[in-house]
Nanobody, 115 residues
Framework: QEQLVESGGGLVQPGGSLRLSCAAS????????MRWYRQAPGKQREWIAG???????DYAESVKGRFTISRDNAKNTVYLQMNSLKPEDTAVYYC?????????WGQGTQVTVSS
């Protein structure tokens, strides 16, 4: 059965780093476009990063230069390296792809940036 499972979230101080993981099953990361979204309290869900089957990446302006999306094809896992974290990065982070032209989501992992 298709599944995306995020992990790696937690509490971190401003300026710190976290690496999120998205482990896929029933979905081959290397031949799909994979994306990260986030949803902060009281706000709309926001696209923040994507990687194509060809390895091209792009980022929302709010995270450009601080976050890096990557994948490990052998582990069938997508990562989001988050550096220089700010309190406004606090959100639930979701892994996403498309199945049969419909968006498919993981369960999300909470990231809290606070002193």
């Amino acid at each position: 059965q298709e599944q995306l499972v995020e992990s790696g979230g937690g509490l971190v101080q401003p300026g710190g780093s976290l690496r999120l993981s998205c482990a896929a099953s029933g979905i081959i990361v290397s031949i799909n476009t994979m994306r990260w979204y986030r949803q902060a309290p009281g706000k709309q869900r926001e696209w923040i990063a994507g990687i194509t089957s060809g390895g091209s990446t792009d980022y929302a302006e709010s995270v450009k230069g601080r976050f890096t999306i990557s994948r490990d094809n052998a582990k069938n896992t997508v990562y989001l390296q988050m550096n220089s974290l700010k309190p406004e990065d606090t959100a639930v982070y979701y892994c996403n792809t498309d199945l049969w032209r419909r968006p498919f989501w993981g369960q999300g992992t909470q990231v809290t940036v606070s002193s």
